[in-house]
């Protein structure tokens, strides 16, 4: 069975990423692709400036691009990629009609009725879809996968669940690609760090405490514990690094840590990596260049994991355009699929 997908934003950065990801998907066939207003009309080939591999995936080329407009659509999934203020308008749109909308953007991730989704932390969360629709009065819904940045530690603070958190700090070192095509000016950033995401820390404050959070059956209640981000642009094109340090409510060792990672199992889904959490020995990994494409770019690789005078720290790395987006995206609507919600 296939099921036809669109891609809104497709020729951005994390739209590329959804058109190079979907070749070949075992489920998913790319029937339109949608961007600004000035594409609509012409072929996807003569409009993207493709960036993202060598070369443009040859059934990519020929296809029109539509406008952002649900009754130009014909798909079963429409994956958005769009900017949150566009996203905020189109996406609803495309939910009452019918459709079934994985989104990237932040616009509705943090509103009470819409699941914000890592399918192996807090799948069980795709029960708000019957509230959303009903609240609503949609035939279709919107399901949103959490910014780049939180997705890493995210991942890894699931199975640390059980320990008992009392607080997060995080910061991170977060690759150019992060910020869009064509993003951060080469000047600015060559031989040198920003020391400032806008709303990233914020986002990395407030997401996890709702992906981490219990389904009530028609609420989440949020997880309780206290986070702190720090958010940096670093000089590195693709995989978001980041240093954790978690406390606990008890005394926690590192081979338990170590255990607990051991233990998040991946889910029998097209997308899912072999391994969810990777655990890296050697004294000086994770390293984008070399483990950002672990996994295909889905699993997150962990290092250098020890203990503090507070708890335990170490080194998260994940490919922020796969794992943290357009893969995000794509693992949320095979779930959908696999748990028969679209
Ligand atoms: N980059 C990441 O690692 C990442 C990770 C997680 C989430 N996200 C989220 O994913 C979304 C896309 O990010 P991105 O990095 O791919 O951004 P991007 O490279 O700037 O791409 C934006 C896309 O949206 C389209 N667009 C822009 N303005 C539009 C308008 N007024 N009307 C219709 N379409 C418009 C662009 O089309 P044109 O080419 O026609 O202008 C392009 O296809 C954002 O919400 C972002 O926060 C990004």
Redesign the pocket.
């Given at each position: 069975m296939h099921y036809s997908v669109c891609v809104l934003?497709?020729?951005?950065?994390?739209?590329q990423k959804f058109v190079q990801l979907l070749e070949n998907h075992p489920w998913f066939r790319v029937k339109s692709l949608a961007?600004?207003?000035?594409?609509i009309g012409k072929k996807y080939g003569s409009e993207v400036e493709w960036i993202v591999s060598a070369n443009l995936p040859e059934y990519a080329k020929d296809v029109e691009m539509v406008p952002?407009d649900p009754r130009y659509v014909d798909a079963d999934i429409v994956f958005s990629?769009?900017?949150?203020d566009?996203?905020k308008e189109v996406e609803p749109k495309f939910a009452e009609a019918g459709f079934a909308v994985s989104s990237?953007?932040?616009a509705f991730r943090m509103e009470e009725d819409v699941p914000l989704v890592i399918p192996e932390v807090n799948a069980d969360h795709i029960g708000l879809i019957e509230v959303q629709k009903r609240r609503r009065k949609w035939d279709g819904f919107i399901v949103t996968n959490p910014?780049?940045t939180s997705t890493m530690f995210v991942i890894t603070l699931k199975p640390l669940m059980d320990f008992g958190l009392k607080s997060v700090r995080i910061a991170s070192m977060q690759a150019l690609?992060?910020a869009?095509?064509p993003g951060v000016p080469s000047l600015a950033i060559t031989d040198n760090i920003i020391p400032f995401i806008k709303n990233e820390e914020e986002k990395c404050e407030s997401e996890p405490l709702k992906m981490l959070g219990s389904f009530k059956g028609d609420r989440i209640e949020f997880a309780k514990f206290r986070i702190s981000a720090s958010c940096h642009r670093v000089p590195v094109i693709d995989g978001h690094t980041e240093a954790v340090w978690v406390e606990f409510e008890r005394d926690v060792t590192v081979e338990e840590v170590k255990g607990a990672f051991d233990s998040l199992k991946p889910l029998d889904l097209p997308s899912s990596p072999e391994k969810v959490i990777v655990i890296r020995n050697e004294v000086d990994r994770p390293q984008p260049r070399l483990d950002r494409d672990t996994g295909k770019g889905m699993s997150v690789v962990v290092g250098r994991i020890r203990k503090d005078a507070w708890g335990i720290k170490y080194i998260v790395l994940g490919h922020?355009?796969i794992r943290?987006?357009a893969g995000a995206s794509i693992l949320n609507a095979e779930l959908l699929v696999k748990e028969k919600i679209v």
């Open positions: 934003g497709a020729t951005g950065m994390v739209g961007a600004s207003e000035r594409r952002l990629a769009l900017p949150a566009i996203a990237n953007a932040s910014n780049c690609s992060g869009g095509y922020n355009t943290g987006a």
